[in-house]
């Protein structure tokens, strides 16, 4: 079964910093675009951040620029995301998503992050 399983949420203090994983199972993420898109209370999804596989370049919105760093371990199958300089607004449901062979979409299960003082 094709599995995204994210891991690293959790609460954390304005400034501070958290590293989010995910590991995928079942495909190889060599083969996928992998990205981070979370959701606020009350809000839509926010995309957050890509790294394609055909060219190792990263993405990230406008939100997130210079605070988190996407990077991706193809041996482990994991991608992660590493946030730093943690503001209320950014408090949310962060969920790993994968677009593999450019036509297979998975997500996963979603983690929390608050951002409190």
């Known amino acids: 079964e094709v599995k995204l399983v994210e891991s690293g949420g959790g609460s954390v203090q304005p400034g501070g910093s958290l590293r989010l994983s995910c590991t995928a199972s079942e495909f190889a993420i060599s083969s996928a675009a992998m990205g981070w898109v979370r959701q606020a209370p009350g809000k839509g999804l926010e995309w957050v951040a890509n790294t394609y596989n055909y060219n190792g370049n990263t993405y990230y919105a406008d939100s997130v620029k210079d605070r988190f760093v996407i990077f991706r371990d193809n041996i482990g199958n994991t991608v992660s995301l590493q946030m730093s300089s943690l503001n209320p607004e950014d408090t949310a449901v962060y969920y790993c998503?994968?677009?593999?062979?450019?036509?297979?979409?998975?997500w996963g299960q979603g983690t929390q992050v608050t951002v409190s003082s």
């Open positions: 998503n994968a677009r593999y062979l450019a036509q297979y979409e998975y």
